[in-house]
């Protein structure tokens, strides 16, 4: 299982010349701790967090924000996002494309996996947690299991 296959699309951004108050409103309204900075050609130039906002002083997001980042690829394993994400204590971590952030893995997206139901498109048995190799029932490759888990509603629900 990769990043791309648990990760939140829908990337809730913010410029770095946003003010103070524009950063804390948005991570209020889409109830996230944190969001990747993206100037004008769309590259991520840092990560704005809760913490951010409240420990340090400054006007902009730009004075505020976190610009030594940590990545990953959408071909990163989960359990390598997972390992980044515990041992560096973060609760979030971009995921890119080149230049570009396609996604964020948070804490929740992996619980999110772990409390997954796995159907095999073949015979139908039910698997839950992670993805299994194959099934036990017929031996279909797990690759081509179905997800059962809605997405984030407190994200996808706003317009």
């Not at 906002?53 to 997972?82: H, Y």
């Amino acid at each position: 299982m990769r990043a791309r296959d648990i990760m939140t699309h829908e990337v809730i951004s913010i410029r770095p010349d946003a003010t103070v108050h524009e950063a804390a409103r948005l991570l209020s309204d889409y109830s996230i701790s944190g969001a990747p900075v993206l100037d004008e050609a769309g590259h991520m130039v840092g990560i704005i967090t809760q913490a951010d906002l409240i420990s340090k002083e400054g006007k902009t997001v730009a004075d505020l924000m976190t610009t030594r980042v940590i990545s990953a690829e959408e071909t990163t394993s989960v359990d390598e996002v997972a390992q980044l994400l515990t041992s560096n204590r973060f609760k979030r971590l971009p995921v890119v494309r080149g230049e570009r952030v396609v996604g964020i893995v948070s804490r929740a997206d992996i619980v999110r996996m772990i409390a997954s139901r796995w159907i095999c498109p073949t015979c139908g048995s039910i698997y839950t947690g992670r993805p299994p190799a194959l099934c036990e029932s017929c031996g279909t490759d797990g690759v081509t299991f179905e997800r059962e888990l809605a997405p984030r509603m407190e994200i996808t629900a706003r317009q």
